[in-house]
Every structure is written in C-alpha cells, then in structure tokens.
C-alpha cells in the first residue's frame, strides 16, 4: 500500500510539473485599434482561447463616415513556430463580418499583426490588413489582457 501511495504521488507531481513547465499562453484581451486606410475608424474586438494558439473574437466598427460594422476573426498565434518569448506575439488570420452602408457590404479579408506586452495586462497592437475587411489598410492600437 506504501509503495501505491508512493507511485501515485510521484506521478501526481510529475503531472502537475510538467503542465507548469508547458502552460499553454493566454490570449484573451480586449483590443482596441484606429484602422488607417481605405476604412478610417475604430474597431474593438474581444478575443478569448478556443485552442493552444487560436482564438476567436467577436468585432464591431465603427468608420468616421458614420458607417458600422459587426463580424467575427479568428487567429493563430506563431510563438511556438518562430519561438517568441514575452513580450511578443505573432498572429495572423481571417475575418468574417457585414457593414452597414448605403447598400450594405459582406466584408471577408485577412490580417497579420503583432503585439508587444508592455506588461501583464497592457500591450500594444500593429495589425496589416487586407481584402474587403471591417477594417483595411493599417491598424495601430491597445490590448487589455484579463
């Protein structure tokens, strides 16, 4: 009985070290961005983990022509692939969404981007973005992370 108590907690602590030491990063942040280009406004997104590396994040716009625009992005974060460590992240990926114009706009696009932590809880955004996006052109902003 010794011997299985010993076994079990040897394995217990094995586990637990080993998920420490491979903790997967979490990406859940409020972002907000002004985009600079052929859309000039604010875009806020809430991205959370869906996966080690992919998040999703519902979005809405708002451009300084009066015009808004709601959708959803999806990424994927290469810290593993190019071995980032803090503060930075790496992503890139795709977004979904409707703006309401005069004649209304199904917007489909993609994005890369990149986000130096400042600390904790505040990062900054750099984002290029292409196709017909809720936003298109250049995006310069902040992060929250909870």
């Given amino acids: 009985m010794k011997r299985i108590c010993t076994t079990l907690a ?17 990406y859940e942040a409020l972002n907000m961005k002004i985009d600079i280009g052929s859309i000039f406004g604010i875009n806020v997104n809430y991205e959370f983990d869906i996966a080690d590396q992919i998040t999703v994040a519902p979005v809405a716009l708002i451009d300084f022509d009066g015009d808004f625009g709601i959708g959803a992005r999806g990424a994927y974060y290469f810290d593993e692939i190019f071995s980032l460590t803090e503060p930075w992240d790496t992503y890139a990926g795709l977004e979904l969404g409707y703006r309401f114009t005069n004649n209304g706009d199904f917007a489909l696009g993609i994005f890369i981007g990149g986000e130096w932590h400042i600390n904790d809880q505040w990062g900054l955004l ?21």
């Fill in 10 to 26: 040897l394995a217990i602590l094995l586990f637990a070290g080993g998920n420490s030491l491979n903790a997967q990063e979490v």
């Fill in 126 to 146: 750099l984002e290029i973005t292409g196709g017909s996006n809720l936003s298109s052109g250049i995006a310069v902003g902040a992060a929250i992370h909870f």
